[in-house]
């Protein structure tokens, strides 16, 4: 038989990963996106969806949004949008097909710095199938790990080329693709140090002492001109320019982190080195038995001090043999070290988010410990007269059963629903994914079970701002407005520039008649967000009395303001402006805004309550009399009108409007005390105790209401 040449053999071995890879990923180009990060990273993303536009690409290279800066991620999503738009299969195949690059690009480089073809292969099957792995390609937000590897792929290619044949060009390269791997994600910062370790292992260009191949010393196939013996330091030296890089990086992503999900300073730090030493041997465990797999680990209450004491004493176990066969078998010092730093940025010492360990973040360091065991194992068994036909099982019975393993595990993936229920299966006291789950349930109308979602997370963790919010959505959305009142209330003291709390505050407090709080919150939400749409909408539907349901809803994406110069424009102008005190220059606003469009009703209010303010009660009246011709059902402006005529006098009129406008809004707390005042001038002093009790029993904190009532009672001679 002839023996199977080069070129062939490793066409075959580079269809065999293409084959395995897509036989077990495929099924991603039917599943949907997820309700974690999907939503800022695509979904719900203005500036992704919209495409590559001018306007995206520098928001792409500006912004830290997500609290990272990763502007080629971004662009990659928006050209996704461009393509697909909002079809999930689209971006789910193209996170497929940079794995599959990166499948291919990894076997290269290591037959190439090896050229050992086959275990090479191993090592990308490995990569390619492993259910740790699944997260970062199946997860569309994960898109930062499959392109940012792509570059450190390219990299490590541009830089073995480098060291065959050493010049500017080749160096230039090197740096380029490590600045575009920076670019798609931070974690690359490890650059120098994995090179570093190639530089020992496999390329030889750093020798300690005794052999550094497990190959024929002599056969400089792989590495060639550049593959001379150099001291540490110089080979130091020579990547200073990638270190620098790398300290940029890590500039940019605290400065991008600092306000991140979860500071710095939120967990002690003894606290994170204690999970850290934990993450390392639980990453490995779940390796070798991937198990319990789930989009989100919390943190637990307490790390037991067994586990502690166990993984560090397994780490320093592991470490020093691999110090020891260093000679021998210097592929497991490599692998090892490449294993331990490449986890360094991600391991948890720098804390964002509430994850204590994460299955993506093994996308890359699970490579060190791949190659460690595909090289060291079949040196061990050399001199075993069957070794070849026992690897060559045990091989194939390892890709089998992670395919078998890979295909189960990715089908939790299909949507929401599948892969937070799985995550609540495999987990305990996980509030992150009980306030998605709770969310995901909301969007299909299950406000019942949300709730009941949001609550288990609040018992988790009493102080998460996210699950509150959602649930006094929720809450809302069921028509209990008392209780999303208590939900929203409780959330702003920690959460006081939160716009949307104050605008869905506002909504609330509306539907139960206590219009003048509402307006208080509109306006506050204007302030912190002054193109807060729904906002100034709502304020507009508060000031002219409106009491429409309107159910709440979590805030999307802003929508940018008028033009203006129109009519709307003028009057949002005039709205900011009164809202904030300065109701002189917001006169001509509201001016201009009915000179353009004289039936704007919400001018004509606006002016009146200046007016009222100024009491300039004629042109007061005047104005609420022209808003009331328009639109005659708007139970504030009828309120106005009959507080205007009432301090002209004019108490009958005044009263048909308290009136009328409680025939509107009969849980109009303001109308009711209004109405009273009317009515005890006019010595109906029975009456005006009947309603101002009604406005105390529809608003408990009315201390307008409170007075006027205790002022009556003393008259009547009764106490309260």
Not at 132 to 154: C, G, Q, Y
Not at 240 to 266: E, H, K, R
Not at 269 to 274: C, G, L, N, P, Q
């Amino acid at each position: 038989m002839h023996k199977l040449k080069p070129i062939h053999r490793d066409l075959i071995i580079s269809f065999f990963l293409v084959l395995v890879t897509a036989a077990v990923f495929w099924q991603v180009s039917s599943f949907d996106f997820v309700r974690y990060d999907d939503d800022k990273y695509v979904t719900e993303n203005r500036h992704v969806q919209a495409g590559l536009t001018r306007g995206g690409i520098a928001w792409a290279f500006l912004s830290v949004y997500a609290n990272n800066w990763h502007p080629l991620t971004w662009l990659s999503h928006m050209l996704d949008c461009q393509l697909f738009a909002a079809n999930p299969a689209g971006h789910h195949l193209t996170n497929l097909f940079f794995h599959i690059i990166n499948t291919f690009l990894l076997f290269l480089i290591l037959k190439r710095m090896t050229d050992f073809p086959w275990r090479s292969a191993f090592v990308a099957a490995l990569f390619a199938i492993h259910p740790l792995h699944i997260e970062s390609v199946a997860w569309v937000a994960e898109r930062k790990d499959v392109l940012s590897t792509l570059f450190f792929m390219l990299t490590i290619w541009a830089y073995v080329r480098y060291v065959e044949h050493p010049g500017i060009y080749r160096y230039l390269a090197i740096l380029l693709f490590f600045a575009l791997g920076l670019m798609s994600k931070p974690m690359l910062v490890t650059m120098p140090f994995v090179l570093l370790l190639l530089d020992f292992w496999p390329l030889g260009r750093l020798h300690l002492e005794g052999p550094v191949f497990n190959r024929d010393p002599n056969d400089m196939k792989a590495v060639g001109d550049g593959n001379e013996k150099r001291s540490g330091m110089g080979l130091i030296i020579e990547k200073i320019p990638l270190f620098i890089l790398s300290g940029a990086s890590i500039c940019v992503t605290l400065f991008a982190q600092w306000s991140g999900i979860a500071p710095i300073v939120s967990l002690p730090f003894a606290t994170r080195i204690s999970n850290a030493l934990v993450s390392y041997i639980s990453y490995m465990g779940k390796m070798i038995w991937p198990a319990d797999l789930a989009v989100f680990y919390p943190y637990p209450d307490v790390i037991p001090s067994w586990q502690i004491s166990v993984s560090s004493l397994l780490l320093i176990l592991i470490t020093a043999v691999a110090v020891r066969l260093r000679r021998r078998y210097p592929c497991v010092i490599a692998g090892w070290l490449w294993y331990l730093g490449t986890l360094v940025p991600v391991i948890g010492l720098v804390q964002v988010g509430y994850q204590s360990m994460a299955d993506r973040y093994t996308y890359l360091p699970m490579i060190g410990l791949f190659v460690a065991i595909a090289w060291a194992v079949p040196d061990l068994l050399a001199r075993w007269r069957f070794h070849r036909i026992a690897l060559t099982a045990l091989a194939a019975c390892v890709i089998a059963a992670l395919m078998t393993v890979s295909l189960f595990q990715i089908r939790y993936w299909q949507n929401s629903m599948t892969l937070f229920a799985r995550a609540l299966g495999v987990t305990k006291n996980n509030f992150v994914v009980e306030t998605n789950m709770g969310a995901s349930l909301a969007e299909q109308g299950k406000f019942g079970e949300a709730i009941a979602h949001y609550q288990e997370a609040l018992r988790i963790k009493p102080e998460d701002f996210e699950a509150r919010y959602n649930l006094a959505n929720a809450l809302a959305r069921q028509g209990k407005m008392e209780e999303a009142v208590s939900h929203y209330a409780a959330i702003l003291p920690t959460q006081p520039d939160a716009a949307a709390v104050h605008n869905n505050m506002g909504i609330a407090l509306s539907q139960l008649g206590r219009t003048d709080e509402a307006i208080d919150h509109f306006r506050e939400a204007l302030r912190i967000k002054p193109d807060f749409q729904d906002a100034g909408s709502n304020l507009e539907t508060a000031l002219m009395g409106q009491t429409r349901t309107k159910k709440p809803v979590p805030e999307k994406v802003a929508i940018q303001p008028a033009d203006p110069n129109s009519a709307e424009g003028q009057l949002r102008t005039g709205l900011s402006l009164f809202q904030a005190g300065r109701a002189d220059e917001a006169i001509p606003k509201f001016e201009e805004a009915l000179r353009l469009n004289p039936k704007l009703v919400a001018a004509h209010i606006s002016l009146g309550l200046i007016m009222a303010q100024k009491r300039n009660l004629d042109k007061a009246i005047d104005h609420f009399r022209k808003a009331l011709k328009i639109k005659p059902d708007i139970a504030e402006a009828h309120n106005s009108l009959g507080v205007a005529l009432t301090y002209k006098g004019a108490l009958d009129e005044a009263v048909e409007h308290f009136e009328t406008a409680l025939k509107i809004n009969p849980r109009f707390a303001k109308a009711h005390n209004s109405l009273a005042v009317a009515l005890a001038q006019q010595g109906r002093t029975d009456e005006a105790i009947s309603h101002l009790r009604k406005a105390l029993q529809l608003q408990p904190d009315y201390e307008e209401a409170k007075k006027n009532l205790n002022i009556l009672l003393n008259m009547q001679g009764k106490s309260s």
